[in-house]
């Protein structure tokens, strides 16, 4: 079995189990054409069911399809049909050889086995497995019947019926109403208790019940701001980070400059401020040293005046 196929048929037995309830074994109804059609190719009939619901499964057989396999003896591989058959479970369809010298035919064996009291529905969870197309169309009418059948050598499940499909979807929207009416229940009783909270709240407070109250108010009103991310969080652009990497060199060397500028200007300011230190004012030795010069300056022009003379 491929394996597209095979999930197929999966997730349509999933779909049976869900909507109406099939579980492990399945029952297969099986019908006299089937067992002689998987003994002509070479199928083991029981193994090849379940790959095919993907599950165990528990074949079955019923009454007037064995007699019809018997009164088939002399055909042949008829022989070996019926030791297959014998392998499978017996159903008691109710029809027995003294009410019924001759088999009934496979269509109204299986639908009185299906569908006995005639109400459209499959009570026993039967999945029915016929080689006749005649079969399979009647089936198709009662809700949820699972069909199979072989062709070439391969057994195919046939997809879910259109009544079938619609029971489902009815069910699905049922459900899914129903979670609504929960979910809005839930809400309607936690805010009624809510509302019982605040009350027995107002009345414990008594006089002060208003001023609460309107305080509550208040608080609800109190709205916010729209929320945006948080700016530590976002990413920064990529344009504003190939600006930073090409100004960081920039930014690198114009604090350079700064720096050695600083240190000029810390080493020029002492430089200034040194002489305005060294200035002294000496008032009083200045004169004394300006009068002796004065006077040694003048002895000797007088004695060059008297020689002279």
């Known amino acids: 079995m491929r394996g597209k196929r095979s999930k197929q048929y999966r997730k349509l037995m999933e779909q049976f189990s869900m909507t109406f309830g099939f579980r492990e074994p ?3 109804l099986v019908d006299a054409e089937m067992v002689r059609d998987s003994c002509r190719f070479k199928m083991e009939l029981a193994p090849a069911l379940e790959r095919t619901v993907h599950g165990k499964a528990k074949p079955m057989i019923t009454q007037c399809e064995i007699r019809k396999l018997y009164a088939q003896n002399k055909e042949p591989g008829a022989h070996e049909a019926i030791e297959v058959a ?3 479970e017996r159903r008691r369809c109710g029809h027995h050889p003294d009410q019924y010298p001759e088999p009934l035919s496979t269509q109204e064996c299986l639908h009185s086995v299906v569908d006995p009291k005639g109400t459209s529905q499959n009570k026993h969870r039967y999945v029915v497995a016929s080689q006749s197309q005649e079969v399979r169309k009647m089936l198709r009418g009662i809700k949820g019947v699972p069909l199979i059948y072989i062709k070439r ?3 195919i499940l046939e997809p879910m019926a259109d009544e079938s499909v619609q ?3 009815r069910e699905e929207r049922s459900k899914f109403r129903a979670e609504l009416r929960g979910s809005l229940g839930k809400r309607k009783r936690e805010d009624d ?3 019982d909270k605040k009350d027995e709240k107002y009345k414990a407070a008594g006089s002060d019940g208003k001023a609460t109250q309107a305080e509550d108010k208040k608080k609800k009103k109190k709205g916010y701001g729209p929320k945006g991310p948080n700016p530590l969080a976002v990413q920064k652009a990529k344009k504003e980070q190939q600006q930073q990497k090409r100004d960081g060199p920039r930014k690198a060397a114009g604090s350079e400059k700064k720096g050695s500028e600083k240190k ?3 080493k020029k300011e002492p430089e200034q401020e040194e002489p305005a230190k060294r ?6 030795k200045t004169s004394d040293a300006a009068t002796g010069e004065g006077e040694e300056s003048t002895a000797p022009i007088e004695a060059v005046a008297s020689a002279e003379s």
């Open 26 to 28: 399945y029952q297969i």
């Open 86 to 88: 014998k392998t499978l």
């Open 153 to 155: 050598s391969v057994m």
């Open 167 to 169: 029971v489902r979807a």
């Open 193 to 195: 208790d809510e509302d």
């Open 264 to 266: 000029e200007s810390e």
């Open 279 to 284: 200035k002294r004012r000496r008032k009083a």
